[in-house]
Each structure stands twice: as C-alpha cells, then as structure tokens.
C-alpha cells in the first residue's frame, strides 16, 4: 500500500451547517486535526471513513472510494469519540470480528489487548468509560489497517493509556496514516497540523 | 403510535370489518349467554393469562429502553409512572376488550374497560419478574374471571373490581420499577471459535445478539416444529392431505413460523439501531442482505426440517417448494428490515413481514414449475432491493 489518503473539494452540508470544502493529500506520519468544539473534526473523519456520504467531493484511501466500493475500506480503521460498537460484545469478540471483517481473521490482538490492559471477557456494556474506549481503540487496530482516523483518542484514557498512546503514535509514525482529532496538544510532535474553523475551507496537500 | 404501524393497524381494520359482516355474532353471544359462566370465566382467564406471558418481554423492553434511563433517576414516584405506561399497556389488551363484547352484559364498554385494567395490573406485575409481582399477576387474572363471571349474577362486582384495579395498579408498576434499580447478573452464552471470514462475522454478531439480548426469541424458533411435525403426520395418516393439499398445509406451518423471523429481524433491528448495517465496516450490501438470510433461515430450520419429514413421501418438488418458501419469507423478511432501516418503530418490520410471509404462502400453492420459479425471483428480488434499501441508507447525511 504506497497511496495515500486523498480528498478533493469535501463539502458535508446540513441545513444549517457546513464543513468544507477540504482538500488533502496525506501520506505516512502523524497528522493531528485540531480545531474548537463544533467546527466539524467529528463530521469530517465520519465522511472520510464512509459513515456519513459527503455531498461534494471525492475521498481516495488507499487508490479505493470509501463510499462506493466497500472493498476499499479493509485498509481503515476508525475509532469514534461516541463508543458505537455494540455492547453485547465482549473485547475479544469485538476485535476478533473487527480483524475478520477487514480479511485479516487470524490477528492476532492479545498482546494489543494486554498492552491496553483490557479483559478479554469483558462485555462492552460493562465495561467503564476508559475501558470502552480502549476497546473502540483496540477494534480500530484489528487487521492492522494501514489508515487510522481516530477521534479524541485520549479522551477518558489514563495515565498507562496516554504512554502506551504515546509509544503506539512512535512506532505508527513511519508505516501508516493516522489522522487524529483533539482540540488539546497531542502527546507527540504530528507530522502536520491542520486547523479546521467552522465553514471554513481546508487544504493541506504536503505530501504528493 | 407509529406511522410505520399504520398500514398493518389499517389492513386489521378492514379485515376486522368483513369478519363482522361474516360472524354471527347476535347468534354468538346468545350461544354463549346460554353456556356455563364457570366454564366461560375460566375460558377468559386462561385467553388473559396466555395474553399476559406473551406481553412480558415486550413490556419490559419498552420499561428497560436505553431511552428512558435518563427518566429513572429523576424524581417520579411508581404511581406516575403508572399514569405514563398503563395506557399503553392496556392498549394491548384490545382483543381482551374485544371478546367482552361478545360476553351477555347491557354495558359492555364499561366490561372492556374493566377487564382491561386488571389485565395491565396482571402484565405489569408479571413483567418485574418477581414472586409478589407473580401473585399480583395471578390475583388480578383471578379477578378478571371473576367479573366475567359476575355478569351472570353479580353485575356490581365488576365496577368494584375496577376500583380495586387501579388502587393495585401504582404498586404492580412499582414492583417493576424498583427492579430497574437492581443490579442483576446477565446470562452470558458465547459461540464457540472466532470468526474466520467478514460473512461469518456478521452472522456470528447478529446471532449473539439475539442469544444475548432477546434469547426467547431463538427459543421460540424450537416450538413449532413439534406440533407442526405431529399434526402434519396426523393429517397425512388420517387422509386429509394428500399430493397438493400437503404442499398447502406445509406452507401453512411455514407461515406460522414466519413471525419467529420476523420478531428476531425487528429485535435486531432494535437492538442495533445504525450499527445493524454500519457503513464504515468492509461488506457489500448484498453480502450484508445475505448474512441476514442465512440468520432468518437457521430459525426456520427446524420447522421446515419438520414439515420436511412430515411431507417427505410425497417426493421431491414439495421438498424444494417447501425449502424455497422458508428462503422466500426470510428474504421478504430481510427486504422489510431493510426498508425500515432507521425506522426508530422496530415494530413495523414484523408487521410487514408478517403481510409478506402470507402472500409467500400464496405463491407455494401455484402449480409446481410456477411455485418454484416464482419462489426464486422472490428470494433473488427481496435480497436485491434488500441490498439496495442498505446501500441506500449507508453514509446518509444525518
């Protein structure tokens, strides 16, 4: 996988609402998304990753269309700010089927779920704030996908989370593209950062 | 109420307005104004009873449901919680209120009224699942016998009764209402494995969450086939169905089965909400569409491994109609689901395949190549529009 994560011309329109029109081209590295509260970092990662369908624009992850060809989407992972896996999973069930869906069904995720301190019997519904949180987390990474989208990923993370946070950012850092919200500081320096503003555009094209 | 109900409440109207114009019904009630009251009251508790076992697990969904727990923990004492849930509730008892009708009584608004009321303080208690919530139930099943046997001799006693049911009706809530405040121990069954392909996955979740959430309704996919296997053997020894007729009543049985399907898809759909199709999640619709076919059909194997045997000496082609109508309603029941995806109403998905499941049936009976080819475009159709109605609603702006 050498393409990018590539979006032209991105506008998502609500009645009384709009984010963009973005245009990015970002490749290997750390990308930190930041802006207020409200400005559309949530409503621009959910349309990067096919969950909502942008009215303008095209998104290319990896050469493929998140939105039309479903194939295409193996190679992201997106952890949401808002858990919505559903709770009757238990932690090993929800990323041994995360890995199966991405055509990855022998990943092998005990040794992310340990780092992450998760028990593997532990039903999402059960589980505290942090740990349905490390769990989103954790059923992003299954398959090991090449692009992550990660929504306030540190949010109801404690201090073990944040380091092991910090360690993962290192190592991702030179083999894949993780684009991540927060309206704080990231606990490492990002390869870019990009502002977004309420209705305002967006470009970034540092890596062709 | 929902709009999505509409059509099935509008179809039960008109069929209720033909059936009025068929039924007897003067003659009905004068044959039953002469039966024993014993015996008619003790016909009406059992009918309100069944009614009651049947409306636990709705009512307890509905009092359980993630939307309302922000209300538990505010300041709402049961009795007001009472005057939230008992109408509707007590909606449920129209056929109860219907049958009332049918009972030798001047007033028989005020008796529907009153059988009613004890019925909601019956499924109210019944539904928390507790020993005093039981008695409650059966005393006030008890008293509803007894107000329809009150109408031969006693007509005073069923207003009395009323009374007595809405002074019961606060603590049979509460009894129900105190029990959200427990923490309770969840029964966790698992699958054995883990899943080894995206199709197994989705299969594999959807499943869970009928054994881990709704485990009744799986449950009752195992009741049918014993009486379907037994009456169907019965009819076949005795030389009431032979040849074509076989086809006609094993599609009956079939279609007995089809609100087992057709209740799993609306848990599911409930249960799930977006995430029943999440767009994000690498799968084809079609594949999607698919998955939930193969679930639909594990539920009606075994009544059509029943009806199967049961008709099997009659050859091949009843089997393979057989087969394709159990693949044809769960497809219309995947195409319904599909429909109503987003549909905050899960009800209306069983509604609508309950209509479809019974024009399935329909079809079965045409002639044998017909029946066939028809059954095929119904499962290959349903699952096509299936797959688009969820292509469809994938990344809709909302």
């Not at chain 2, 044998?368 to 797959?387: M, R």
């Amino acid at each position: 996988m050498n393409e990018g994560l590539m979006v032209a011309g991105l506008v998502v329109r609500y009645p009384n609402f709009r984010v963009g029109p973005v245009t990015l081209s970002l490749g290997v590295g750390i990308h930190h998304l930041r802006g207020d509260n409200g400005c559309g970092k949530t409503t621009l990662l959910r349309a990067l990753c096919g969950d909502l369908r942008a009215q303008e624009g095209t998104v290319r992850i990896g050469g493929f269309d998140p939105y039309n060809q479903p194939a295409g989407r193996v190679h992201m992972g997106f952890a949401p700010s808002a858990p919505d896996l559903p709770g009757f999973w238990t932690v090993d069930e929800a990323w041994q089927s995360l890995a199966a869906l991405r055509g990855r069904p022998d990943w092998d995720g005990q040794t992310a779920r340990r780092s992450l301190g998760l028990p593997g019997h532990l039903r999402l519904d059960e589980a505290s704030a942090g740990q349905r949180h490390r769990a989103e987390l954790l059923a992003a990474l299954a398959g090991d996908p090449y692009v992550l989208l990660l929504d306030e990923p540190m949010a109801h993370l404690d201090g073990r989370g944040l380091n092991l946070l910090t360690t993962w950012f290192g190592q991702w850092r030179t083999n894949r593209i993780v684009l991540v919200t927060t309206h704080a500081e990231l606990p490492v320096k990002a390869d870019s950062v990009l502002e977004l503003r309420a209705g305002e555009p967006l470009m970034h094209t540092g890596w062709l | 109420m929902s709009l999505g109900l509409l059509p099935g409440w509008t179809l039960l109207a008109f069929i209720g307005v033909q059936v009025k114009d068929v039924v007897p019904w003067p003659e009905l009630r004068q044959s039953l104004s002469a039966g024993d009251p014993v015996q008619m009251a003790l016909w009406v508790s059992a009918l309100a009873l069944t009614m009651a076992l049947l409306c636990i697990l709705p009512v307890r969904s509905a009092v359980y449901a993630p939307g309302l727990r922000g209300l538990w923990r505010q300041p709402i004492a049961a009795p007001q919680w009472g005057l939230v849930f008992a109408p509707w509730v007590m909606l449920a008892a129209l056929p109860l209120a219907a049958v009332s009708g049918l009972w030798p009584h001047p007033h028989w608004v005020s008796q529907a009224i009153v059988w009613s009321a004890l019925w909601t303080v019956a499924v109210m208690g019944l539904a928390s699942l507790t020993l005093h919530g039981f008695a409650i139930g059966l005393v006030a099943i008890g008293a509803l016998g007894l107000a329809a046997f009150s109408m031969w001799s006693m007509p005073l006693l069923a207003p009395a009764l009323a009374v007595a049911a809405l002074a019961v009706l606060p603590v049979s809530v509460g009894l129900i209402w105190e029990r959200t405040r427990r923490p309770t121990r969840r029964w966790r069954p698992s699958l054995p494995g883990r899943p080894f392909a995206a199709f197994d996955a989705m299969v594999r979740r959807d499943l869970l969450c009928l054994l881990r959430s709704s485990p009744g309704v799986l449950f009752a996919s195992l009741i049918p086939p014993i009486p379907a296997f037994i009456a169907l053997v019965a009819l076949r020894n005795e030389g009431v169905i032979a040849g074509p007729a076989s086809v006609g009543a094993g599609l009956i049985v079939l279609g007995f089965t089809s609100p087992v399907v057709g209740s799993a898809f609306a848990t599911l759909s409930d249960r799930l909400g977006p995430m029943l199709d999440p767009p994000r999640w690498p799968m084809e619709p079609f594949a999607r569409a698919l998955a939930l076919t193969v679930l639909g059909e594990m539920l009606m194997l075994p009544t059509a491994l029943a009806v199967l045997a049961a008709v099997f000496p009659e050859g091949m082609s009843v089997g393979l109609r057989l087969v394709l109508a159990s693949s044809a309603i769960s497809a219309v029941g995947v195409w319904c689901l599909a429909q109503n995806h987003g549909n905050p109403e899960p009800g209306a998905v069983a509604s609508w395949h309950l209509l479809a499941a019974l024009l399935v049936c329909v079809i079965g009976t045409l002639p044998w190549p017909w029946s066939v080819v028809v059954l095929a475009a119904v499962v290959f159709g349903a699952l096509s529009d299936a797959a688009n109605a969820l292509e469809r609603s994938r990344g809709r702006v909302i």
